[in-house]
Structures are given as C-alpha cells and as structure tokens.
C-alpha cells in the first residue's frame, strides 16, 4: 500500500492543534489523526503527546498475531493514551481541560481495524465515498434522533459540541471496528476537512489521478480555499499500490 499525510493550521487560528502519525513495523502499518479540544488549555498538547504515545506503544508491540490481537492492543494502547492524557490534565494546572479527538487505522496481515474517539473522521472509498467511523458529537446524536437533517449538521450552532473524547475522564468509549478490505482508498481527515469541504469535492480530488501525496496537499488546500478556519489534517492509505511512505 502506499500511505501520505500531513497537516495544516489554517488561516485563522493561531496554532495548530491537531497531530498526525504514520507508523509501520514489520507487515503492519499504523495511522492515527488527533484534533486537540480546549482552545488554549494545550490542545496540542494532547494531541501531539497522544500521538507520540501510540506510536511508542506500536513500536513496542513489533507483531500481531491475528486479527483479535489487533483490536485488542488497539482498545487497550487508546485507554492507556487517555489515562495519561487525564492525568496530566488534572496534575499540570496549563493543561486543565486539554483533550483530543483520535481515528487510527491499523493495516495489517489480518485486515484492517478502525478506531475512533471524538468527531475525526475515517472514510472508506471505492465507487463510493462512504463514513466508516460515528462522530461522538451531539449533532451527530439530534441527527440519529431526526432533530436535525444530515445535510444541516455542518452548519449546526453546536457542531462542535463533543460527547465523548481522549482525556475528558478515564472511563470513554472507544469504537473498535473491522473495515472491509473492497475499498480502493481510506482517508482518515479531522474535522477542518470534513467540516468545510463538500463530501463530494473530497471524493472526486481522491478519485483523480494526482499522486497520493498531492491529493493530500490539494483537500488540505480546498478547506483552506474555504476559509482555512481551522487546523485540518489528512492521511491518504491507497490500498492498490506499492509500498510508499
């Protein structure tokens, strides 16, 4: 498979928040986007060391046996990640309140196992662009109870409103998911992309025939032709080609 990311501020905020990684040991591959939650109570923070967690505990792991093994470190490296996160905001008064959102996608022998925390998104494409992961958020829960149209969550008031994620406590609710191997293409995003960028914009720019590192640089450069309102992050996994990092 080849597999590019990266990540931008934006235009409007002063830093950028959100993390990214993109890890391989032996035949299997890691990638996780964070977006950080507190505005300045280090939201950076959070991602950036939840980041640099996962990728010290995957490296520590080396091999998977089978695919329950892959869920199960997965459940439990995230859990480990948010008991630090807790921790340090509760124990460093600059970091009270500091959280962070996380997707990973572990591509392996085994399959691939999604996870996600927060309103990230991890997107499966083929002939079709479709939402693997479930926003914890609470326009994503008024839209499942038909308080709210799909196509006006974007621009809800309280899109922003999270109901779950990394550090808000040390009990959270992580979802572990199998993803099935028809996809051509996952795209892991934080909301910078998927909150100002039209689904169908992002669906033809991976469905072009750009390289993969430039696909990643044009959706970053579309939600900062948006408006650049937030920090956007973008890992591309092409599942058709050869190895490339």
């Excluded at 022998?109 to 996870?115: C, E, W």
């Excluded at 008024?142 to 709210?148: E, I, T």
């Excluded at 990643?216 to 579309?222: A, D, H, K, P, S």
Aim: with cysteine.
């Amino acid at each position: 498979m080849k597999i590019a990311g990266a990540t931008d501020r934006g235009f409007i905020r002063s830093m950028n928040q959100d993390s990214y990684l993109i890890q391989r040991i032996n035949d299997a591959v890691l990638a996780v986007v964070c977006d950080g939650i507190g505005g300045a109570r280090a939201g950076d923070i959070a991602s950036s060391v939840s980041c640099k967690m996962m990728d010290d505990l995957f490296v520590k792991k080396d091999h998977f046996s089978d695919k329950e093994d892959v869920k199960s470190w997965l459940r439990s490296a995230i859990a480990e990640v948010n008991q630090h996160i807790v921790a340090l905001s509760r124990n460093v008064e600059d970091y009270q309140g500091m959280g962070t959102t996380m997707v990973a996608v572990i591509f392996s022998a085994y399959g691939m196992i999604g996870a996600n925390v927060g309103d990230s998104r991890i997107y499966g494409i083929n002939e079709e662009f479709i939402q693997l992961s479930d926003d914890h958020s609470l326009v994503n829960e008024l839209v499942k109870l038909g308080k709210v149209r799909k196509e006006d969550a974007n621009r809800h008031p309280n899109r922003n409103m999270l109901t779950n994620a990394i550090g808000i406590g040390i009990q959270i609710d992580i979802d572990i998911f199998e993803i099935l191997n028809q996809y051509d293409t996952i795209l892991l995003c934080s909301d910078g992309l998927h909150g100002y960028v039209d689904e169908t914009d992002i669906y033809h720019t991976i469905q072009s025939d750009a390289n993969l590192e430039d696909k990643v640089r044009t959706l970053i450069g579309m939600a900062n032709s948006a408006g650049g309102y937030d920090n956007t992050t973008v890992i591309l996994g092409d599942l058709r080609g050869d190895d490339h990092e």
